[in-house]
Every structure is written in C-alpha cells, then in structure tokens.
C-alpha cells in the first residue's frame, strides 16, 4: 500500500511559479503512474496532469497545457508538479494520486491511493 505526501504549496503572486513534490513510500513507486489533481473551492476536483511509470508519457488539462510540468524521479520515490505563469484559477488543494500499472490517465476512479493535499493560493 503506497502512501503518498505532498509538499511545496504556498502563496505566490500571479504569474509566479511554484513547484509542487509528492514524496511515496511502502510501494514499489516504479509500478505506479501519478496523477496530480486540484480542488478549489464550491468545485469538484479536477485532473491536472499525469506521468506513467517511467516518465516517458505525461498528460495535461487544458487548463494547464504550456505552464504545467510533471515529472518523476523513480530514484527518490517522488512526483513533481512545476507550475509557471500562475493564475487565480489555479488557486485550489492539489493532490497527488498513484495508480498501480498504470497509464497516464485523467481518470479520478482509476486512481486508488491519494495524499492528503497541499493548499496552492495566487495573489492577483
């Protein structure tokens, strides 16, 4: 059972960057593809983007596309989220989720296991 910590939240101005982490452990990360989604408020949560097991597929919202960049280092059991040209709307929890062999899904029920969120707010 993998459990999973994100980290790297805060407050920024708009248009600045941040870099989020999601830290794995008690699972074989290598087998999991990690998906990053985000929940603002009186919303219901969302894709953000998506890595497969080796790095080699990823998958963006739209809403993200050009801006957001996830990545992984199988080395040190973590997921990245580098977030540039922030805006208001992506103000919201993000949340970290692995899902065992997987793809690069947008799909939240493929997903089994999720951190506990790291709240992300944009100052316009």
């Known amino acids: 059972q993998v459990q999973l910590v994100e980290s790297g939240g805060g407050l920024v101005q708009a248009w600045g960057s941040l870099r989020l982490s999601c830290a794995a452990s008690?699972?074989?990360?290598?087998?999991?593809?990690m998906g990053w989604f985000r929940q603002a408020p009186g919303k219901e949560r969302e894709f953000v983007a998506a890595?497969?097991?080796?790095?080699?597929?990823?998958y963006y919202a739209d809403s993200v596309k050009g801006r957001f960049t996830i990545s992984r280092d199988n080395a040190k059991n973590t997921v990245y989220l580098q977030m540039n040209s922030l805006k208001p709307e992506d103000m919201a929890v993000y949340y970290c989720?692995?899902?065992?062999?997987?793809?690069?899904?947008?799909?939240?029920?493929?997903?089994?296991?999720w951190g506990q969120g790291t709240q992300v707010t944009v100052s316009s």
């Open positions: 989720a692995a899902q065992k062999y997987g793809t690069s899904s947008p799909l939240q029920y493929e997903y089994h296991h």
């Open positions: 008690g699972g074989t990360f290598s087998t999991y593809a």
């Open positions: 890595i497969n097991w080796s790095g080699g597929s990823t």
